[in-house]
């Protein structure tokens, strides 16, 4: 996960953005995952996360679109959802360190017969992000 944001965000600062200044930026996070920023924060070497001004939204594309339209900096995994932005430069990255996404998963009810059409989702999405891993 890389810290991404508007140019206009960062305007008058020089990329890349140290930790420290991230430290003074809002930052955009989804409800519950304010620890994705701590670690990143951890990599970083900053110890002090005491006065981050986190803002959570319920979902990452409201996330996405916060940070898309200068309103702070949002952590993402460089994939496919950013990677327009940052070619054509309505997104930049912050700071280059990059940390690991702790993982998502897919859940389902056990059964004694597992539904077919789940298995084959499963094995869609799993190809999914297997193809973007790999990019």
Same mark, same amino acid.
């Given at each position: =996960?890389?810290?991404?944001?508007?140019?206009?965000?960062?305007? &008058? +600062?020089?990329?890349?953005?140290?930790?420290?200044?991230?430290?003074? +930026? $809002?930052?955009?996070?989804?409800?519950?995952?304010?620890?994705?920023?701590?670690?990143?924060? !951890? !990599?970083? #070497?900053?110890?002090?996360?005491?006065?981050?001004?986190?803002?959570?939204?319920?979902? #990452?594309?409201?996330?996405?679109?916060? !940070?898309?339209?200068? #309103? #702070?900096?949002? +952590?993402?995994?460089?994939? =496919?959802?950013?990677?327009?932005?940052?070619?054509?430069?309505?997104?930049?990255?912050?700071? $280059?360190?990059?940390?690991?996404?702790? &993982?998502?998963?897919?859940?389902? $009810?056990?059964?004694?017969? $597992?539904?077919?059409?789940?298995?084959?989702?499963?094995?869609? +999405?799993?190809?999914?992000?297997?193809?973007?891993?790999?990019?």
């Amino acid at each position: =996960m890389i810290p991404i944001c508007s140019p206009s965000l960062v305007e &008058g +600062l020089a990329l890349p953005v140290s930790a420290e200044q991230i430290t003074r +930026l $809002p930052l955009a996070t989804t409800k519950g995952h304010s620890t994705r920023w701590l670690d990143w924060f !951890a !990599a970083a #070497g900053i110890d002090d996360t005491s006065k981050l001004d986190f803002i959570e939204f319920d979902d #990452g594309g409201f996330a996405f679109d916060f !940070a898309t339209s200068g #309103g #702070g900096v949002a +952590l993402f995994t460089d994939n =496919m959802l950013i990677r327009h932005e940052l070619a054509t430069g309505s997104l930049v990255v912050v700071n $280059p360190l990059a940390i690991k996404a702790r &993982g998502q998963y897919l859940v389902y $009810p056990e059964t004694q017969q $597992p539904d077919v059409r789940i298995l084959a989702f499963a094995d869609w +999405l799993k190809s999914v992000v297997a193809r973007i891993q790999a990019s």
